[in-house]
């Protein structure tokens, strides 16, 4: 089963900028759709980006995010990417980067996420 590690995450400002990075090893990274999830605490895990497998694989972003973030991947370095813009104060939260073979899974529907990693937070505030 892959393993998963998240970094890059941070405090900034209103409209500033993090990228997030996930770095997997364990598995065969070119196999698994990857995506991004963020969590407040008392609050539903939330996804906000995939992307499927192969050299280009399909994205999904959630509305909240879409024209913001990109998700993209670095097949021959095992990495995951979450490029995060405009930053907003709502974007606060724990960001899991997570793994499931072959298919992507909903967004809506975290549990269907096999492999999850330890997360990473980013904090937006003035």
């Known amino acids: 089963q892959v393993q998963l590690l998240e970094s890059g995450g941070g405090s900034v400002q209103p409209g500033g900028s993090l990228r997030l990075s996930c770095a997997a090893s364990g598995g065969t990274f070119s196999t698994y759709c990857m995506g991004w999830f963020r969590q407040v605490p008392g609050k539903e895990r939330e996804g906000v980006a995939l992307i499927g497998i192969g050299n280009n694989g399909i994205t999904s972003y959630a509305d909240s995010v879409k024209g913001r973030f990109t998700i993209s991947k670095d097949n021959a370095k095992d990495t995951l990417y979450l490029q995060m813009n405009s930053l907003k104060p709502e974007d606060t939260a724990m960001y899991y980067c997570?793994?499931?073979?072959?298919?992507?899974?909903?967004?809506?529907?975290?549990?269907?996420?096999?492999?999850w990693g330890q997360g990473t937070q980013v904090t937006v505030s003035s």
């Open positions: 997570a793994a499931v073979q072959w298919f992507c899974r909903p967004l809506r529907v975290a549990s269907q996420w096999n492999s």
